[in-house]
């Protein structure tokens, strides 16, 4: 039965199963195509033929998130969006571990239409196409990871081949995974599906969950990743979620679209335990039950969950380590600090420690990584107090040095990298001494170039 996911006057969105044809083909298989006709026939009650305009496909066995087109009006322009790369699909597949917490794939590509399969090959070779994909790691289990890829070109069997040229051939691909075994299923998904309405001008995103056997470890993960949420770690207790950029922890910081919202879409109750600056990145806990909340509250206020972050700064500390006491005004608003040397009337300390892992030369800057131990929580204090000894995190505007960041791409290369639980106790106490950890969403290649997580 079709699954409908959304439908108007001028768009049909509907979920594809797995190893259905979309449109009719030499095996007389049902394809998504006709069955959607068929649709919109029977519901409407249309007499003669349907028009349904077929704007983009997925591969036989990969199931996910189409659109379909209910007028030629809509059709031209969801065309002209894919064409113009504004009709944005991301997928998520199960590869096996270990997996780079980040990268872009860029390779050439040549179809061979005879043995229906593609390859990779030289730039210079007759044919080859551009391919290009981003991808982010979510989760590892069982020596499996689950992956987030964003398309940037739509190449034939593009995921499948360029990650077989990585080393990591998707799980269950009978074509390009020699490892695979018959009968399972690919463990390939089009999750999520992004466009402009073609009349309302609206932007609208669309997506759908993938079942069945390839993606049973990591059923929680892919709830909230369908949420817009990368989670680096569930249970029934907590969820300990991979925050990207720009986005704000709580609901009770302002704005609707927060990773407690999302995260509540998935999972019912999210109750977030301690926050980060909504420019920054990396990990934040949550709990999913009242019990568990009050006691990892408890435990941040009384500092004894350590948490390190990884942050690139301009220039090199005066120390190689050091532990900084400095002081904080907050001003009216809440949206600036000021830092002094010594108490004030109105400041409240803050205690940051530091190591610098290494400094180097980077697009003609001096610059730092360093790994950074919170001992108090004030607002912006990591940024504060490293831009007040003159080191500025790279990206922080509000901060650092507005003309030198523009060397760079435009983030806050600070992330919060990992969480050290401490002996807990009740419902908890399985968790005690656990450590979460996950590779900052930036870093420095092996050519010198600074390279940012895209998804």
């Known amino acids: 039965m079709l699954r409908v996911i959304y439908e108007d006057n001028h768009l049909l969105v509907v979920e594809k199963p797995v190893n259905m044809p979309v449109q009719a083909d030499s095996s007389g298989d049902a394809d998504l195509l006709s069955e959607a006709k068929s649709y919109i026939k029977e519901k409407y009650n249309k007499p003669g033929e349907v028009y349904l305009g077929l704007v983009h496909r997925l591969d036989r066995p990969v199931g996910g998130v189409m659109v379909f087109a209910r007028t030629s009006k809509a059709a ?242 005066p120390k190689r380590e050091d532990l900084l006491i400095l002081h904080a005004e907050k001003d009216a608003e809440g949206a600036l600090v000021s830092v002094f040397d010594s108490p004030t009337k109105h400041s409240r300390e803050m205690k940051t420690g530091y190591r610098v892992v290494k400094s180097f030369s980077l697009c003609g800057e001096k610059v730092s990584l360093l790994e950074i131990e919170l001992f108090t929580g004030r607002t912006h204090q990591i940024r504060a107090s490293l831009a007040h000894i003159g080191c500025p995190v790279i990206g922080d505007d509000k901060y650092g040095d507005r003309r030198r960041n523009r060397l760079f791409p435009p983030r806050l290369l600070l992330a919060a990298v990992r969480v050290e639980l401490p002996e807990l106790g009740g419902a908890l106490a399985g968790l005690s001494g656990k450590v979460i950890a996950i590779e900052p969403p930036f870093g420095v290649d092996g050519s010198g170039e600074l390279c940012v997580c895209r998804v």
């Open 76 to 317: 031209a322009r969801l065309s002209e969006a894919v064409k113009a790369h504004r009709l944005v699909k991301k997928y998520c597949a199960v590869v096996d571990a270990p997996m780079p917490a980040f990268g872009s794939l860029t390779d050439y590509m040549l179809r061979d239409e005879v043995a229906h399969s593609s390859r990779i090959v030289d730039k210079g070779a007759d044919g080859a196409q551009l391919a290009k994909l981003d991808f982010a790691l979510t989760a590892e289990k069982n020596g499996r990871a689950l992956v987030d890829i964003s398309l940037k070109t739509g190449r034939h069997h593009q995921i499948r081949v360029q990650f077989t040229g990585m080393g990591r051939p998707l799980y269950g691909d009978q074509r390009y995974n020699k490892n695979a075994r018959p009968g399972q299923q690919i463990a390939l998904y089009a999750y999520s599906l992004t466009f402009e309405h073609p009349t309302l001008r609206e932007s609208m995103t669309f997506t759908s969950v993938p079942r069945g056997a390839s993606w049973a470890d990591f059923t929680e993960e892919l709830a909230a990743l369908t949420n817009g949420v990368r989670c680096a770690y569930v249970d029934e207790s907590i969820i300990a979620a991979n925050k990207q950029p720009d986005i704000s922890v709580a609901v009770a910081d302002g704005g609707e679209d927060t990773l407690e919202a999302r995260l509540s879409l998935a999972f019912g109750e999210a109750y977030p335990v301690h926050r980060l600056d909504a420019a920054t990145s990396g990990l934040v806990l949550f709990a999913r039950n009242e019990a568990a909340r009050d006691e990892l509250m408890a435990h941040f206020a009384s500092r004894d969950i350590k948490k390190l972050y990884r942050a690139y700064v301009f220039g090199t500390p």
